[in-house]
C-alpha cells in the first residue's frame, strides 16, 4: 500500500473534539467515551480549519525523538483505538505492539494525536461480495501538515510480517523499492523482513489501511499487520467500503484514463476516484468539493479507548 507507488499493486470544531485533546492518554481510562460522545456529536460540517490541532501536528512533526508531549513514547503491549465517523458510527482497532513494533509505535503516537480527526477515508477498493481489496486513509486535512510529516517523520524502519493481511488486519501504507539482480539491489538491505523479488515496502509515515479480503500476497513484501478490527467493526467498514467503493473506487492515479480498470470506477468517461496529487496539494478542500460522500464519512475523531500494561 504505497502511498506514492501506491502499492498494492499503494470553526468551532465542537467543543467535545477540544475536550479529547486536553484529554491526554494517561488519563483515557478515566472516561467513558460513549458518555464522552453522547454530550455533543458534532453535527456541523465545518471546513474552517483547527488551527490550534493542525498547529500542535505541526510542532510534532519536527519534535525530536522520544518526545513525550507529543506522544512518541513506548505503546503497550495491547491497546484500543475507536474511530468514529462524522454519520456517528465507529469501529475499534486493537493493536498488538508485538506483532510489529516499529509500525504500532506510530500507530500510538498518531493515536494519541488524534491525527485521523477530519480525516479522509480516500482509497476504497471494494466493489462487490467477491471484488475487494482495502480500504486507505491518513492524510489529514492540511496540506502543511501532511507535508511536514512527510519530511520529517517518514520512517524506513521496518518489520516482518508475523499476521498476514486477511480480512479486517491494519496496516501502514508505504512507498517501495524495486529490487533489482545483482550488488546493488536495495531490497537486500531490507531482508529477511521482506522476502518479496519485485518490491519492498519501504517509508511509512502516516497512512494506514485495512484489509477487506485475504490479501496474504502483501505479507512478503513488508506490509506487516499491526492489529485488526472486530467483526462488528468490518460491517461499518464493509458499508463504508461499499458506498464510497461504488461511488468513487480507486484513487485516480492508479486507473487508467479509460475503463476498465482494476476497482476503478467511471463517470461521464472520467475517472470518479481520488486524485492523490490534488488531494496532496489542496487537502480537505479537495475532498469536500469534488467528493461530498466521502467528505460526509470522513473520520470525526479516534482516539485510545484503554491499554493493557506492557
Ligand atoms: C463483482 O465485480 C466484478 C468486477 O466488476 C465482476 O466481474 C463480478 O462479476 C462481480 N461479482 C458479483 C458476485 O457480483
Ligand atoms: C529511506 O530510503 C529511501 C530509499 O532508499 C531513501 O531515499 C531515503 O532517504 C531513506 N530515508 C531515511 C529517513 O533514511
Ligand atoms: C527487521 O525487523 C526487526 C523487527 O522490527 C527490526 O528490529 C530489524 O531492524 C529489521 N531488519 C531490517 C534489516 O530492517
Ligand atoms: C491529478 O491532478 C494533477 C494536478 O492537477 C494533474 O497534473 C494530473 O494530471 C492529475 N492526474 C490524473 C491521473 O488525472
Known amino acids: 500500500m504505497a502511498s506514492h507507488m501506491r502499492l498494492p499493486a499503494g470553526a468551532c470544531l465542537c467543543c467535545w473534539l477540544l475536550l479529547f485533546k486536553v484529554v491526554s492518554s494517561e488519563h483515557a481510562d478515566d472516561f467513558d467515551s460513549n458518555a464522552l460522545l453522547s454530550v455533543g456529536m458534532p453535527k456541523q460540517m465545518d471546513l474552517q480549519a483547527d488551527s490550534g490541532h493542525y498547529a500542535y501536528l505541526l510542532r510534532c512533526a519536527q519534535a525530536p525523538a522520544g518526545d513525550e508531549a507529543c506522544y512518541d513514547t513506548s505503546p503497550p503491549e495491547e491497546f484500543t483505538v475507536r474511530f468514529w465517523l462524522w454519520d456517528g458510527r465507529s469501529f475499534r482497532v486493537r493493536s498488538y505492539s508485538h506483532w510489529a513494533p516499529v509500525f504500532a509505535q506510530r500507530f500510538w503516537q498518531l493515536s494519541n494525536l488524534n491525527w485521523w480527526r477530519g480525516v479522509a477515508i480516500y482509497r476504497n477498493d471494494y466493489v462487490n461480495e467477491s471484488f475487494r481489496f482495502v480500504s486507505q486513509w491518513g492524510l489529514v486535512g492540511s496540506p502543511a501538515v501532511n507535508d511536514a510529516w512527510t519530511k520529517w517523520k517518514t520512517s524506513n524502519q521496518t518489520s516482518p510480517a508475523l499476521k498476514s493481511n486477511t480480512r479486517g ?53 513488508g506490509f506487516a499487520p499491526i492489529g485488526e478490527v472486530d467483526d462488528e467493526g468490518m460491517l461499518v467498514l464493509d458499508d463504508l467500503g461499499r458506498t464510497l467503493g461504488n461511488l468513487y473506487g480507486e484513487v485516480q492515479d492508479l486507473c487508467p484514463p479509460t475503463p476498465p480498470g482494476k476497482y476503478c470506477v467511471y463517470r461521464d468517461g472520467e475517472r470518479a476516484g481520488v486524485n492523490e496529487t490534488k488531494f496532496h496539494q489542496e487537502g480537505n478542500r479537495y475532498i469536500w468539493k469534488d467528493f461530498p460522500e466521502m467528505f460526509r464519512l470522513r473520520i470525526a475523531s479516534a482516539r485510545v479507548e484503554r491499554w493493557y500494561a506492557a
Open 169 to 221: 488486519k491494519i496496516s501502514f501504507s508505504m512507498g517501495a523499492v524495486e529490487c533489482t539482480a545483482g550488488p546493488d539491489d536495495p531490497c537486500q538491505a531490507l531482508r529477511p523482513n521482506c522476502t518479496a523479488e519485485d518490491y519492498c515496502a519501504l517509508g511509512f509515515s502516516t497512512e494506514i489501511y485495512v484489509n477487506f479480503a485475504d490479501n496474504s500476497r502483501l505479507d512478503e513484501h
